[in-house]
């Protein structure tokens, strides 16, 4: 039974609309006019107990939207949503018991007080049994190695000190789902490394549900499986991170090396696209396509002397794909 | 569920810990708010003197009006004042979000997790004053006035909390909602007097839609057996049942404003 389940989302939020000047500012008090944003549009999904789920999409996509009504924080305006068997809205208080939530620019800890005195006022809120308190404190502690700094105040910490505390805090009384709403934003590699491998480790050991937005495809790689990507409220990609460069159309590019110039060389396999001569560069037609298929059509009568084939990283899909629409004359 | 009898202890031990991070702070805090508030009763005080009564009210008689004025704005404010003037900051930056996904209820732990002992100051001013007043003052305490006069206090202090609670409320959906405390502290000023000195229109307000009337005078005139405009004989059961009232009005608009929170984007 899936532990999330989306079936056509909506969010809309009603907000004013913006008259320009001064004297657009002095009319808009007497007299405002409201536009409907549709944040989420009709999203629909299922997530699986113990999955790792990447949420992706550009500012303004409405990724923490769709966070925030999973979490119970709004309600959405159409569509079903339910998350462990629930309807997060309505059932705010008892599904926040069972879920960890970790927001990457908004702490959950105690300015003035030291991390421990966080982590012991959720004791009591998530009604934590003293034994299993200890256990998860320690485990925590060691994994995140947070020894060093758990009595020291949060005021005193770096970013990356205090997301580990932040993302320690959240999985203190084992939840069922942990969402991220881009936990890795504005720290340093190391640091973001950390909590990367954390991330994936409770996943895998612990079984715990992943849900993640993040500006970052390394999280994505490194975390998540499965991709859910979204760009105006709308679906884009659900489905295998692997899977993710054919479904955008993006192609794979193919480096012929040849001993000396063999002249213009057309393929029904391949594209060429940039010819320096000796080497030629070419785009593959399909993602079936294999380079057995290239160099069989290629045939034996050239001084063949190497071959390269690039796989297009995962961002440069995306900024290709997004720079298309920018070019069709949609906004991303 | 979380079990709030264990939750609320710790919510405000946490916050108290929080504070005593800063200790001078917190100890100058009292200081200048006794400060502040003796010298403003003073200045009354002095006033009145000059004058002999006003409205039909002398010294002592002001003096309860004062403390009982003060002591329920305390009461209230503590659980409410700061933390609800800061829900505007908490729904622009964020922090509400956080809020809305702890498994207690938000409400409670707003409040006591920013239960605002800064109020101390306060209360030692008011009980001091309150406690001089009553023995200059004609009234008959039996027991059962007494228990009146502690419940006219209690829903005194509903009300303020209840205000407090529907003005914060609203950031939830109008993002900012602080220029309310200004137009709720121009009649929490007016509540410090007589309602009688007042004209019509206004002692008919502040019975009604800004009912602050019931936070000192209602009770206290009906404390000293003093005639209340446009009550009259109901003044102590509106005393008593005004801050229940407001209070019912006021979770009503906290849940319908909860509902309908639409954070400030992002």
Same mark, same amino acid.
């Given at each position: 039974?899936?532990?999330?389940?989306?079936?056509?989302?909506?969010?809309?939020?009603?907000?004013?609309?913006?008259?320009?000047?001064?004297?657009?500012?002095?009319?808009?008090?007497?007299?405002?006019?409201?536009?409907?944003?549709?944040?989420?549009?009709?999203?629909?999904?299922?997530?699986?107990?113990?999955?790792?789920?990447?949420?992706?999409?550009?500012?303004?996509?409405?990724?923490? @939207?769709?966070?925030?009504?999973?979490?119970?924080?709004?309600?959405?305006?159409?569509?079903?949503?339910?998350?462990?068997?629930?309807?997060?809205?309505?059932?705010?208080?008892?599904?926040?018991?069972?879920?960890?939530?970790?927001?990457?620019?908004?702490?959950?800890?105690?300015?003035?007080?030291?991390?421990?005195?966080?982590?012991?006022?959720?004791?009591?809120?998530?009604?934590?049994?003293?034994?299993?308190?200890?256990?998860?404190?320690?485990?925590?502690?060691?994994?995140?190695?947070?020894?060093?700094?758990?009595?020291?105040?949060?005021?005193?910490?770096?970013?990356?000190?205090?997301?580990?505390?932040?993302?320690?805090?959240?999985?203190?009384?084992?939840?069922?789902?942990?969402?991220?709403?881009?936990?890795?934003?504005?720290?340093?590699?190391?640091?973001?490394?950390?909590?990367?491998?954390?991330?994936?480790?409770?996943?895998?050991?612990?079984?715990?549900?992943?849900?993640?937005?993040?500006?970052?495809?390394?999280?994505?790689?490194?975390?998540?499986?499965?991709?859910?990507?979204?760009?105006?409220?709308?679906?884009?990609?659900?489905? %295998?991170?692997?899977?993710?460069?054919?479904?955008?159309?993006?192609?794979?590019?193919?480096?012929?090396?040849?001993?000396?110039?063999?002249?213009?060389? @057309?393929?029904?396999?391949?594209?060429?696209?940039?010819?320096?001569?000796?080497?030629?560069?070419?785009?593959?037609?399909?993602?079936?396509?294999?380079?057995?298929?290239?160099?069989?059509?290629?045939?034996?009568?050239?001084?063949?002397?190497?071959?390269?084939?690039?796989?297009?990283?995962?961002? %440069?899909?995306?900024?290709?794909?997004?720079?298309?629409?920018?070019?069709?004359?949609?906004?991303? | 569920?979380?079990?709030?009898?264990?939750?609320?202890?710790?919510?405000?031990?946490?916050?108290?810990?929080?504070?005593?991070? $800063?200790?001078?702070?917190?100890?100058?805090?009292?200081?200048?708010?006794?400060?502040?508030?003796?010298?403003?009763?003073?200045?009354?005080?002095?006033?009145?003197?000059?004058?002999?009564?006003?409205?039909?009210?002398?010294?002592?008689?002001?003096?309860?009006?004062?403390?009982?004025?003060?002591?329920?704005?305390?009461?209230?404010?503590?659980?409410?004042?700061?933390?609800?003037?800061?829900?505007?900051?908490?729904?622009?930056?964020?922090?509400?979000?956080?809020?809305?996904?702890?498994?207690?209820?938000?409400?409670? $732990?707003?409040?006591?997790?920013?239960?605002?002992?800064?109020?101390?100051?306060?209360?030692?001013?008011?009980?001091?004053?309150?406690?001089?007043?009553?023995?200059?003052?004609?009234?008959?305490?039996?027991?059962?006035?007494?228990?009146?006069?502690?419940?006219?206090?209690?829903?005194?202090?509903?009300?303020?909390?209840?205000?407090?609670?529907?003005?914060?409320?609203?950031?939830?959906?109008?993002? +900012?909602?602080?220029?309310? $405390?200004?137009?709720?502290?121009?009649?929490?000023?007016?509540?410090?007097?007589?309602?009688?000195?007042?004209?019509?229109?206004?002692?008919?307000?502040?019975?009604?839609?800004?009912?602050?009337?019931?936070?000192? $005078?209602?009770?206290?005139?009906?404390?000293?057996? +003093?005639?209340?405009?446009?009550?009259?004989?109901?003044?102590?059961?509106?005393?008593?049942?005004?801050?229940?009232?407001?209070?019912?009005?006021?979770?009503?608009?906290?849940?319908?404003?909860?509902?309908?929170?639409?954070?400030?984007?992002?």
């Amino acid at each position: 039974m899936a532990i999330i389940s989306a079936q056509g989302v909506e969010k809309t939020f009603r907000q004013p609309k913006r008259q320009s000047g001064l004297a657009g500012a002095i009319r808009s008090l007497f007299s405002r006019d409201y536009t409907e944003v549709r944040a989420v549009n009709g999203i629909s999904f299922t997530i699986q107990p113990g999955e790792a789920v990447g949420y992706l999409g550009p500012n303004g996509a409405g990724k923490s @939207t769709m966070i925030k009504m999973m979490t119970g924080i709004l309600v959405p305006t159409a569509g079903t949503l339910s998350v462990l068997g629930r309807e997060p809205h309505s059932n705010r208080i008892t599904n926040a018991a069972e879920i960890g939530v970790v927001f990457g620019q908004r702490s959950q800890l105690w300015w003035d007080l030291p991390v421990r005195d966080s982590f012991d006022l959720n004791r009591h809120i998530y009604d934590i049994p003293t034994p299993r308190f200890a256990e998860n404190l320690t485990r925590l502690t060691t994994m995140l190695d947070m020894g060093g700094y758990i009595d020291r105040p949060v005021r005193q910490l770096s970013l990356g000190q205090r997301m580990r505390a932040e993302i320690a805090m959240a999985l203190l009384h084992d939840p069922k789902i942990l969402f991220l709403d881009e936990p890795t934003i504005g720290l340093d590699v190391v640091a973001k490394d950390v909590v990367r491998k954390f991330l994936a480790e409770v996943n895998r050991e612990r079984g715990t549900t992943i849900i993640l937005t993040t500006h970052d495809l390394v999280d994505i790689e490194e975390i998540c499986p499965r991709l859910i990507m979204v760009d105006d409220g709308k679906l884009l990609f659900d489905g %295998e991170l692997k899977h993710l460069r054919s479904a955008l159309g993006s192609r794979r590019r193919l480096k012929l090396e040849f001993g000396t110039d063999p002249g213009p060389i @057309t393929l029904k396999t391949a594209h060429l696209v940039t010819d320096e001569g000796a080497a030629k560069h070419f785009l593959l037609d399909s993602e079936q396509t294999s380079i057995l298929d290239v160099l069989t059509e290629l045939g034996s009568g050239h001084d063949l002397k190497d071959v390269k084939l690039e796989e297009p990283d995962i961002e %440069e899909v995306i900024r290709t794909f997004y720079k298309n629409k920018v070019q069709a004359g949609v906004a991303p | 569920m979380a079990r709030l009898h264990v939750v609320i202890p710790a919510l405000v031990h946490t916050f108290i810990r929080s504070k005593t991070e $800063y200790p001078g702070a917190m100890v100058l805090g009292w200081l200048s708010q006794f400060a502040a508030y003796g010298s403003m009763y003073t200045a009354i005080s002095l006033i009145l003197a000059r004058f002999g009564s006003l409205g039909g009210w002398v010294w002592p008689e002001i003096a309860l009006l004062l403390s009982f004025h003060l002591l329920a704005y305390s009461l209230g404010a503590s659980l409410s004042f700061v933390q609800f003037r800061e829900m505007e900051e908490k729904v622009r930056i964020g922090t509400m979000d956080a809020i809305l996904v702890k498994p207690v209820s938000t409400w409670t $732990y707003i409040v006591f997790s920013g239960l605002n002992i800064g109020y101390a100051g306060h209360i030692v001013l008011a009980l001091g004053l309150m406690a001089w007043s009553l023995t200059q003052v004609d009234v008959t305490w039996t027991g059962q006035s007494s228990l009146l006069f502690v419940c006219y206090l209690i829903s005194a202090a509903m009300i303020i909390a209840a205000v407090m609670t529907m003005i914060g409320a609203t950031a939830l959906v109008w993002v +900012k909602s602080n220029h309310l $405390y200004q137009i709720f502290f121009g009649f929490w000023e007016l509540a410090r007097y007589p309602l009688n000195i007042f004209p019509l229109p206004l002692q008919l307000l502040m019975l009604t839609f800004a009912p602050l009337a019931f936070m000192a $005078y209602v009770p206290v005139a009906a404390t000293l057996g +003093k005639p209340v405009p446009l009550l009259g004989d109901y003044a102590s059961a509106a005393a008593l049942l005004a801050g229940p009232l407001v209070t019912l009005i006021a979770m009503a608009h906290w849940r319908w404003c909860l509902r309908n929170y639409q954070g400030a984007g992002g």
